[in-house]
């Protein structure tokens, strides 16, 4: 009985194994036939984001702009507001 045991379990590891190590070997194939298309797949992720970081780039440089724009109608307009106040006094 106890024998019956023991090789049903050696019989499981056993199918276990075997199923584990056919996956890893299955795996490990499919990444060398697909190395080729990774890598492309790769180099297109790396220009993307180059150009997201251009797009972000150029987008901080228009706000910069567009705040700097602000800043000067604003200055314009206090100016303006101060000019009548202090002519009216």
């Given at each position: 009985?106890?024998?019956e045991g023991?090789?049903l379990?050696?019989v499981?590891?056993?199918t276990v194994?075997?199923f584990?190590?056919?996956m890893?070997f299955?795996i490990?194939?499919?990444a060398?036939?697909?190395r080729?298309v990774t890598?492309?797949?790769l180099?297109?992720?790396?220009?993307?984001?180059?150009?997201?970081?251009?797009q972000r780039r150029?987008?901080k440089?228009?706000?910069?702009m567009?705040?700097?724009?602000d800043?000067a109608?604003?200055?314009?307009a206090?100016?303006?507001?101060?000019a009548?106040r202090?002519?009216r006094?």
């Open positions: 009985m106890i024998f023991i090789k379990m050696v499981g590891m056993t194994m075997l584990l190590s056919l890893i299955f490990n194939l499919v060398r036939l697909t080729g890598a492309r797949e180099e297109g992720i790396e220009k993307e984001r180059a150009f997201q970081a251009e150029k987008a440089e228009a706000a910069s567009d705040a700097d724009e800043i109608v604003i200055a314009a206090v100016a303006t507001y101060e009548e202090f002519a006094a």
